[in-house]
């Protein structure tokens, strides 16, 4: 899960420069004696590249967001469970020390 992460994290990264250089294409295509016509057909080409590299950017950042919501959750519950084993296992003059809410107030953190 953490190398599709990884992956999906190295993809959005690398849309942004190439719709830098993308947009910087449409821009250049632009010509003081170009038709209407040959503006439009040129445009709809790049359009059509801008809207490809939108969703890749979705989907990439789903991915990268995602996998690492799950990886980070699933530490999450392995840690909460050692803590309660750890707690299991103090003698009970330790819990005299502590107040009621303390230890399950703990645990929801």
């Given at each position: 899960?953490?190398?599709?992460?990884?992956?999906?994290?190295?993809?959005?990264?690398?849309?942004?420069?190439?719709?830098?250089?993308?947009?910087?294409?449409?821009?250049?295509?632009?010509?003081?004696t170009s038709s209407?016509?040959?503006?439009?057909?040129?445009?709809?080409?790049?359009?059509?590249?801008?809207?490809?590299?939108?969703?890749?950017?979705?989907?990439?950042?789903?991915?990268?967001?995602?996998?690492?919501?799950?990886?980070?959750?699933?530490?999450?519950?392995?840690?909460?469970?050692?803590?309660?084993?750890?707690?299991?296992?103090?003698?009970?003059?330790?819990?005299?020390?502590?107040?009621?809410?303390?230890l399950t107030t703990?645990?929801?953190?």
């Open positions: 899960m953490i190398f599709l992460g990884i992956l999906g994290g190295l993809g959005h990264g690398l849309i942004q420069p190439i719709f830098i250089m993308t947009f910087g294409s449409l821009v250049d295509s632009f010509s003081p209407v016509e040959e503006i439009f057909d040129t445009m709809n080409g790049f359009i059509l590249n801008l809207v490809y590299l939108g969703i890749a950017a979705l989907i990439c950042a789903y991915f990268r967001t995602s996998m690492f919501v799950l990886v980070g959750q699933s530490q999450a519950n392995k840690i909460r469970k050692e803590y309660v084993r750890a707690i299991l296992r103090q003698e009970i003059g330790w819990y005299d020390g502590k107040l009621s809410g303390e703990r645990l929801s953190k």
